[in-house]
């Protein structure tokens, strides 16, 4: 078996990081919780609105608001993440492509290609593992995102890498 049974390099683009930032922020529980009990609050106003026709008109319109405001947060927090992951990259590594490069051994690797650093992530740590339309993105217990590229693996296909993950991420939740 092979030292590094995964890698996968690749450049991000702010249109990638929204990319990113938009499947992390909509599939926040917080969130889904919130539109959830704001939509289903608008639907029994409104069924009690035909039905006795007493609701008041101030609670449905607080209801619409708090509705609208989670959503527009939503947007404000992505927008907000993928500006301040940018900015600190662009600190560290003033004029440099933002690049990743990630691979698996005996856990997970990620390397500070413009510093020479690694950082290591045992896959017990990887608590939630999702997929984009061009990323496969896992969080850790400590709050911290590893993303792969769809189409940027070497040392095996994307299919395998998700089969492998899930053998060794036995604790994580997928939404794949």
């Known amino acids: 078996m092979e030292n590094n049974l995964f890698e996968n390099q690749y450049t991000l683009t702010k249109e990638d990081l929204k990319e990113i930032y938009t ?6 529980g917080v969130i889904r919780l919130s539109l959830t009990l704001d939509f289903i609050s608008f639907i029994l106003l409104v069924l009690f ?3 006795d026709k007493k609701v ?3 609670l449905l319109m607080v209801v619409i608001f708090l509705f609208v405001y989670c959503i527009l947060y939503c947007y404000m927090r992505i927008n907000q993440s993928v500006n301040i992951t940018i900015h600190n990259f662009n600190k560290e590594n003033p004029g440099c492509p933002y690049t990743n490069l990630l691979y698996l051994s005996e856990d997970i690797v990620g390397v500070n290609i413009f510093k020479a650093e690694q950082t290591h992530y045992g896959f017990n740590t990887v608590i939630r593992v999702q997929r984009t339309e061009n990323f496969i993105i896992a969080e850790t217990q400590a709050k911290q995102i590893l993303i792969w590229k769809n189409n940027s693996f070497s040392g095996g296909t994307q299919d395998d890498f998700l089969k492998y993950m899930r053998e060794k991420c036995s604790n994580a939740k997928f939404r794949i």
């Open 49 to 51: 609105a035909i039905i």
């Open 23 to 28: 499947k992390i922020v909509w599939t926040s």
């Open 56 to 58: 008041d008109v101030i």
